[in-house]
T-cell receptor, first 115, second 111 residues
Framework: EPEVTQTPSHQVTQMGQEVILRCVPI?????FYWYRQILGQKVEFLVS????????KSEIFDDQFSVERPDGSNFTLKIRSTKLEDSAMYFC?????????????FGAGTRLSVL | GQSLEQPSEVTAVEGAIVQINCTYQ??????LSWYQQHDGGAPTFLSY????GLEETGRFSSFLSRSDSYGYLLLQELQMKDSASYFC????????????FGPGTRLSVLP
């Protein structure tokens, strides 16, 4: 069964450093998402991406965050200057259109630890 | 604004039936989804309702009442492996592709 893959599974970084989280969505999907989940809390929407541009972004997604689809398969989230409060699990998700348009498929996540 | 409410915890025994409620307040509504998340795992899609009524998928069913801005997930014949967090999520069509998740309900299934 096709799946969303995320790398790395765990990223440790120093405060102020840049990190890039990588995702490979399911190949025929058109809509891509990044979510954040702080330990023990709910899943929070960060950004959605369609047709090579951002569709929506939340208040969390400030100027420190950016997304890119550098080629036909990868979808990346960059945090320019990490803060302690950026420590969380980051999930990538993708979905298609048509009959399955309301089903999001999530990757296993990247645990980001900012020290 | 957008907000969803769920009970924080539910406990039940193996073989029982449990209902997890979700109420929502969103400016638009395009459907209610349910996701399961085991500790340390990714959310996994369970069910989706766009119209009022009950959707059944094996041991899991989901119900929606749009007039009440309310839905629930019903889990039957509970098994130990059902112990997980369950999130409802609304796609708010006033926000395009955005899905808003509820706070999650932690289900503990006891032997």
């Amino acid at each position: 069964e096709p799946e969303v893959t995320q790398t790395p599974s765990h990223q440790v970084t120093q405060m102020g450093q840049e990190v890039i989280l990588r995702c490979v969505p399911i190949s025929n999907h058109l809509y891509f998402y990044w979510y954040r989940q702080i330990l023990g809390q709910k899943v929070e929407f960060l950004v959605s991406f369609y047709n090579n541009e951002i569709s929506e972004k939340s208040e969390i997604f400030d100027d420190q965050f950016s997304v890119e689809r550098p080629d036909g398969s990868n979808f990346t989230l960059k945090i320019r200057s990490t803060k302690l409060e950026d420590s969380a699990m980051y999930f990538c998700a993708s979905r298609t259109s048509g009959r399955s348009k309301n089903i999001q498929y999530f990757g296993a996540g990247t645990r980001l630890s900012v020290l | 604004g957008q907000s969803l409410e769920q009970p924080s915890e539910v406990t039940a025994v193996e073989g029982a039936i449990v209902q997890i409620n979700c109420t929502y307040q969103t400016s638009g509504f395009y459907g209610l989804s349910w996701y399961q998340q085991h500790d340390g795992g990714a959310p996994t899609f369970l069910s989706y309702n766009a119209l009022d009524g009950l959707e059944e998928t094996g041991r899991f069913s989901s119900f929606l009442s749009r007039s009440d801005s309310y839905g629930y997930l019903l889990l039957q014949e509970l098994q130990m492996k059902d112990s997980a967090s369950y999130f409802c999520a609304v796609r708010d069509d006033n926000y395009g592709q955005n899905f808003v998740f509820g706070p999650g309900t932690r289900l503990s299934v006891l032997p």
